[in-house]
């Protein structure tokens, strides 16, 4: 049995250590939020917090999350989370979905690099791109990523 803190809430589950956190989010908690895109660590749509940090969760077994706290796009998008709910009304001021496949994990990222930053930083834009780097976006919203970045930065300074 694995205990695991996801959203503030405790779950336990009956799952290999070894599970992908987002195995454990999609099939055991039925989350599914977080997407699956490459399972290499490569797209960024399976993008989660774990004690704050984005993680790509489809290569992070439950097992180093034992003690930590993961947070998931379910939890950013409630309004509760002032960061979370600034980047989600700068994603839609600025249309930034197309498919929206990677919309999940982009927010996620977005999310974290913007509390990282030290209070009433203003990001660049050279900042948000180095940031933003490992999430792909498929239909190349990438203009509109960086403009709600930023547009979000403003509204939590």
């Not at 803190?5 to 336990?12: D, L, M, S």
């Not at 055991?28 to 940090?53: E, I, P, S």
């Not at 290569?59 to 939890?75: C, F, L, V, Y």
């Not at 960061?83 to 999940?104: E, F, L, N, R, T």
Request: include cysteine; hydrophobic fraction near 40%; charged fraction near 15%.
């Amino acid at each position: 049995m694995n205990t695991l803190n996801v959203n503030g809430r405790e779950h336990t589950v009956d799952i290999d250590p070894s599970t992908p956190i987002l195995w454990t989010l999609r099939d055991t908690l039925g989350m599914t939020g977080t997407k699956f895109g490459c399972g290499a660590a490569l797209c960024g749509a399976c993008t989660v917090h774990l004690d704050g940090n984005a993680i790509r969760s489809c290569i992070t077994p439950i097992s180093a999350a034992a003690s930590g706290k993961i947070t998931t796009i379910e939890a950013i998008t409630d309004g509760s989370d002032k960061v979370g709910a600034a980047v989600h009304a700068a994603w839609v001021k600025h249309d930034v979905a197309q498919c929206g496949y990677c919309q999940s994990g982009q927010i996620m990222s977005a999310t974290a690099f913007l509390k990282s930053l030290p209070k009433g930083k203003q990001p660049t834009a050279a900042e948000i791109d180095a940031a933003m780097a490992g999430n792909i976006c498929r239909c190349g919203t990438y203009a509109r990523i960086r403009s709600a970045v930023a547009d979000a930065a403003k509204h939590i300074a």
